[in-house]
């Protein structure tokens, strides 16, 4: 967790060197295991993680939002939580979001995985909150195949969704892009998903391509290749143009 911490260091100094308002960073940032065993000796409280410690530190250092994925423990031993929290510029963690949808699949050719076995469902969508870049609403990785959770935030006035990822490369070449293009439009919020890439064990490896997506659909700005070092994406929110998009063209229920 040492070694990741200092990769996110790099990433809140190129963010502060960009002017960014807002460091969005990927699902599972703390840590990501090759077995079930290590997953849940690893995990620690939010309170006492030196991860976690570490990164409100850099925030309150730049005055800088941090929204970032890692985990938590439960009272079952056995498994953990799949967390999103949102850092403030005070460096206080002001949000926190339970991953929804698990990542349970078979898929012939592809990736096999039962994330539910370790990992704790969590039960509620996160409503919208209001932060110096926008209306803020919080989701993870699989999260994005279901798209209820998306219209629900937008019910509730949400700008910009997060879609920290850790994508198989399998699931990512077919769906990534088509899959967060898709929440943009039909909310017609921003998008911001931050994508974990490259092989992390002998096990498991991620596709990468985050990508910022406007309330039109276009890719505003994507990571290509399997970056070896820490690299941002930068791009400007304008929430002038998403109210000007919502009031040309409302997507209001008509049936």
């Not at 002017?19 to 703390?30: C, I």
């Not at 995985?113 to 409503?127: D, F, K, R, T």
Request: some cysteine; glycine content about 6%.
């Amino acid at each position: 967790m040492a070694y990741n911490l200092n990769q996110c260091r790099s990433l809140v100094r190129q963010a502060v060197e960009a002017g960014a308002q807002a460091l969005f960073l990927p699902e599972a940032s703390d840590y990501i295991t090759s077995t079930p065993k290590e997953m849940t000796t690893l995990v620690q409280n939010l309170e006492t993680s030196e991860f976690v410690k570490g990164l409100q530190y850099e925030a309150c250092s730049a005055n800088l939002l941090i929204c970032v994925g890692v985990h938590e423990p439960v009272e079952d031993a056995m498994k953990v939580k799949n967390t999103l929290i949102w850092i403030n510029g005070a460096g206080n963690i002001t949000q926190k979001y339970q991953k929804l949808h698990l990542f349970d699949v078979t898929i012939q050719g592809g990736p096999m995985m039962m994330e539910s076995e370790n990992v704790e469902q969590g039960l509620s969508i996160l409503p919208p909150f209001e932060t110096p870049v926008g209306r803020v609403g919080l989701t993870i990785c699989f999260d994005l195949r279901f798209p209820e959770i998306s219209l629900a935030l937008k019910r509730q006035n949400c700008q910009i969704i997060a879609f920290p990822s850790a994508f198989t490369v399998h699931t990512g070449k077919a769906h990534w892009e088509i899959l967060l293009r898709a929440r943009a439009i039909e909310t017609q919020c921003y998008v911001v998903a931050a994508a974990q890439v490259g092989q992390h064990n002998e096990n498991r490896q991620s596709y990468g391509h985050s990508m910022i997506i406007s309330p039109w659909g276009q890719v505003l700005t994507e990571l290509v290749g399997d970056n070896q070092e820490p690299t941002i994406a930068t791009a400007d929110v304008d929430l002038c143009l998403l109210e000007r998009l919502r009031s040309e063209m409302p997507l209001l229920r008509r049936t």
